[in-house]
């Protein structure tokens, strides 16, 4: 395997994960409104996704916004609410085109409820289809979300069981992340998908989010297949595998 081109000795992670970070920074660097960056943010994820299906990914969870980012200016906040007022079901209906099922993961009941709207018909648009999907958090928190799957366990009245736990997660019934990728220089994980990533490797880039390419994409997912993925195990029982 060469440089950092992708070729058919790649191993492709079946789900990446992405924490898009610095689309503010990056507008105010070129002196514009922090809602200048989340617009280009949004184009550069749909952009990104595309080339991860082409490129044989399976499926994608996307970072778009957490519950700490509520406490944010309402501003800056009203922004986004615009972005997917204006162009989620858009952007996000030419990806899914191609036979990705969609679901939005996080507490949507904290949003307007004309955005709730969008989002919930953006879903069933995509229910039909199986075997890729992408995941966009919004108001989303790992920790919530696993006080959430245990709430769901304790209404059961069973115990249950690590396979039965991860069904009650938001991203139940789907493979956990791989490969998790964040970028605008921070090395941290926020919060994001803290159960699902215990065996993810992860991938840190000093890049803002608009300026993570399609061959940053690459670049990350070259240095995921160049790494050994033991489990636990030795490198001799993998070998013997």
Known sequence: MGGNTIDKETKIPRHIALIMDGNGRWAKRRLMPRSFGHRRGMERMIGLMEHAFDL???YITVYALSTENLKRPQEELNGLF????NHFREYMGRVCARGVRLRIIGDTSLLPTDVQEILRESEAETE???GKGINVALCYGARDEIVRAANLAVEKGEKVTEE???GLLYTGGQPD????IRTGKEVRLSNFLLYQAAYAELYFSNKMFP???DKELEKA????????RRFGKT???????
């Open 221 to 228: 997912i070259v240095e995921f297949s160049r790494r050994t």
């Open 164 to 166: 039965e736990f991860s």
């Open 128 to 130: 039909k289809y199986e």
């Open 56 to 58: 044989g990914v399976d």
């Open 177 to 180: 992340p791989d490969l998790i």
């Open 211 to 213: 300026e993570f390419s």
């Open 82 to 85: 615009d972005l997917i007022r």
């Open 235 to 241: 490198d001799e029982q993998l070998q013997t595998e």
